[in-house]
């Protein structure tokens, strides 16, 4: 390679989820710097109108674009499913989300064509995944759980807590439905996968599940290296921005990420309200 773009890649979610596909990406371009965007101060967005959702994810997007990302990542798929190609033709730097890449996994991998799908609320009533996975293979059969109620309890670092397994076994409890893969819809359910492994064997499923962290880095890696903007630094720096409590943030992804605090490098951002 004879030019370096050292220029960050953005990642942006309403909260902690997306710190999932972080993890994925730290180890899959360790030459890359990352800034992780989280509008904490008015998340869930699950439960938002959809104006209220797109003009939040704009308003972040202004921000990532005042740090000079070279390329972003849409962490919220409630954010993509309502707003994607608004935030595509405002911003001059290309956008990848996650709803696109794991749809794709997901149909190229289900057997019995029947795939269960867990998101927030907003995701499941805009059809998103569903449209998406129709599009690779119109005769998959599609189920969704809303699970916005977990989106909060990942938020405050209880992703493998006895309250999250007892949900997870609850949703995936269905009578009509014998779906062959599981595809995690919500960037927060990246932090309940333990308890998901253990609900999955006590309901006798047998399912792959497909984690949109890993399929957005091959997503990603076809985009850099398709637009020469790759770099070749060898100091891999992160950094995070946060719309709401710096401390409690920084408590939390402490925990999420396996990381003493004192190495985290978070700054604080205003938002509107």
Do not use: W
Not at 83 to 91: M, R
Not at 207 to 235: F, H, N, Q, Y
């Amino acid at each position: 390679m004879n030019f370096s773009d050292k220029r960050p890649i953005g990642i942006f979610d309403s909260g902690v989820g997306g710190l999932g596909i972080l993890r994925e990406l730290i180890k899959s371009f360790p030459t890359e710097d990352f800034i992780y965007l989280a509008d904490t101060a008015r998340m869930p967005y699950g439960e938002k109108d959809v104006s209220d959702i797109t003009a939040y994810t704009i308003e972040s997007f202004e921000k990532l674009k005042k740090l000079n990302v070279k390329a972003a990542v849409l962490a919220s798929n409630t954010s993509a499913s309502y707003c994607l190609d608004e935030i595509k033709s405002l911003f001059d730097f290309p956008t990848l989300a996650v709803i696109g890449a794991a749809a794709l996994d997901s149909a190229m991998v289900t057997h019995n064509k029947n795939i269960l799908i867990f998101a927030t609320n907003a995701t499941a009533k805009s059809d998103a995944f569903q449209s998406a996975i129709k599009k690779v293979d119109s005769k998959v059969n599609v189920k969704i759980r809303g699970c916005s109620e977990l989106v909060n309890i990942v938020e405050s670092g209880k992703g493998e807590s006895e309250e999250s397994y007892e949900i997870l076994n609850k949703y995936l409890e269905f009578k009509d439905f014998d779906y062959d893969t599981v595809l995690l819809g919500c960037t927060h359910l990246s932090f309940t996968k333990k308890n998901l492994d253990m609900a999955l064997k006590k309901n006798n499923k047998n399912v792959k599940v497909i984690d949109p962290a890993k399929s957005i880095s091959k997503d990603l890696k076809r985009m850099i290296e398709g637009l020469r903007i790759e770099s070749c630094g060898k100091d891999q720096k992160i950094s995070f921005y946060v719309s709401g409590n710096v401390q409690n943030f920084k408590r939390i992804i402490s925990k999420l990420l396996d990381e003493p605090e004192e190495n985290l490098d978070v700054k604080s951002f205003e938002v509107k309200g």
